[in-house]
Nanobody, 115 residues
Framework: QVQLVESGGGLVQPGGSLKLSCAAS????????MGWYRQAPGKQRELVAA???????HYGDSVKDRFIIYRDNPKGTVYLQMYRLEPEDTAVYYC?????????WGRGTQVTVSS
């Protein structure tokens, strides 16, 4: 059974930082492209960042130069380090694992950026 469990969300002030983690089980982690998506109220789910098994990263335009995605294959965990957070980053953040168009999703973790 595949499980993706996110952690690290919370309330942070504008300009602050936060690190999300996603622990995967039930998959051969190193061959999956791992990603972070987010969905704000009333908006569609959007890609935040993704990283291949070899470590090549891709970012959404709104988070480039502020967020960093990285992975630890032996630990089966992918991280999203977020800097200079803005109120517009407020959303539920979901972890994903994809291989040949087969997607798995976590349940999400709430990130709220507010003063």
């Amino acid at each position: 059974q595949v499980q993706l469990v996110e952690s690290g969300g919370g309330l942070v002030q504008p300009g602050g930082s936060l690190k999300l983690s996603c622990a995967a089980s039930g998959i051969i982690f190193s061959i999956y492209t791992m990603g972070w998506y987010r969905q704000a109220p009333g908006k569609q789910r959007e890609l935040v960042a993704a990283i291949t098994g070899e470590g090549s990263g891709h970012y959404g335009d709104s988070v480039k130069d502020r967020f960093i995605i990285y992975r630890d294959n032996p630990k089966g965990t992918v991280y999203l380090q977020m800097y200079r957070l803005e109120p517009e980053d407020t959303a539920v953040y979901y972890c994903s694992a994809v291989l040949r168009n087969n997607y798995y999703w976590g349940r999400g973790t709430q990130v709220t950026v507010s003063s």
